[in-house]
Nanobody
């Protein structure tokens, strides 16, 4: 299994932007992000495959973008027009070339005035 290192969380005002990064220790066929707010289930934010196919959760479509740098085994989540409802712990995940899944430790994103 690959190891994942996340960075980029923090506090931002409504309407602001943040970029999350997640670096994997090896090659992956898909990487992405889930998030979990207090009292809620973990939900998909976005993922991207090695072929560039993407999928977004309905609540972030049009505001978030995802990209990957295969040379660095890193995925980026650009979050724009952030809303208080985006407040959550964001978890990076990856599927490696033999189909095993890995999760990061999580990074807190807080959207508040």
């Amino acid at each position: 299994q690959v190891q994942l290192v996340e960075s980029g969380g923090g506090l931002v005002q409504p309407g602001g932007s943040l970029r999350l990064s997640c670096a994997a220790s090896g090659s992956t066929i898909a990487m992405g992000w889930y998030r979990q707010a207090p009292g809620k289930q973990r939900e998909l934010v976005a993922f991207i495959t090695s072929g560039g196919r993407t999928k977004f959760g309905d609540s972030v479509k049009g505001r978030f973008t995802i990209s990957r740098d295969d040379a660095k085994d890193t995925v980026y989540l650009q979050m724009n027009s952030l809303e208080p409802e985006d407040t959550a712990v964001y978890y990076c995940y990856a599927t490696d070339i033999v189909g095993r899944s890995s999760w990061g430790q999580g990074t807190q994103v807080t959207v508040s005035p």
